[in-house]
Nanobody, 126 residues
Framework: QVQLQESGGKTVVPGGSLRLSCAAS????????MAWFRQSPGNQREGVAK?????????NYTDSVVGRFSISEDYARNSFYLQMNDLKPEDSGVYYC??????????????????WGQGTQVTVSS
């Protein structure tokens, strides 16, 4: 079984930066596809970024964060990250990390990930 735990959420001013971390445990083979989602009050959960281990080309972002957010993994630390720069108030929400074992075209933000963290709050406000 895979367990995921987010950290790093906080309140920042617009234009600021944050790095969210997702600490993972359990079989690495079940964490081949990694992603970040977010949800704000009154809105559906939205896929923000996803990556596939060992395939840098299989990385995607939702349009609103392109050029500002970056997803990465530290395999040795069993962690993956979401670096968020130039934050905007509309980036506020609870951020969740997710993982599953698929690769290739099955690793995408519309997939039904089996493993989820509990979420960490990000608030962007002046």
């Amino acid at each position: 079984q895979v367990q995921l735990q987010e950290s790093g959420g906080k309140t920042v001013v617009p234009g600021g930066s944050l790095r969210l971390s997702c600490a993972a445990s359990g079989p690495t083979a079940l964490r081949y596809c990694m992603a970040w989602f977010r949800q704000s009050p009154g809105n559906q959960r939205e896929g923000v970024a996803k990556m596939q281990r060992y395939d840098a080309a299989n990385t995607n972002y939702t349009d609103s964060v392109v050029g500002r957010f970056s997803i990465s993994e530290d395999y040795a630390r069993n962690s993956f990250y979401l670096q968020m720069n130039d934050l905007k108030p509309e980036d506020s929400g609870v951020y969740y990390c997710a993982a599953d074992r698929w690769g290739g075209p099955y690793c995408h933000l519309g997939a039904k990930f089996h493993f989820w963290g509990q979420g960490t709050q990000v608030t962007v406000s002046s």
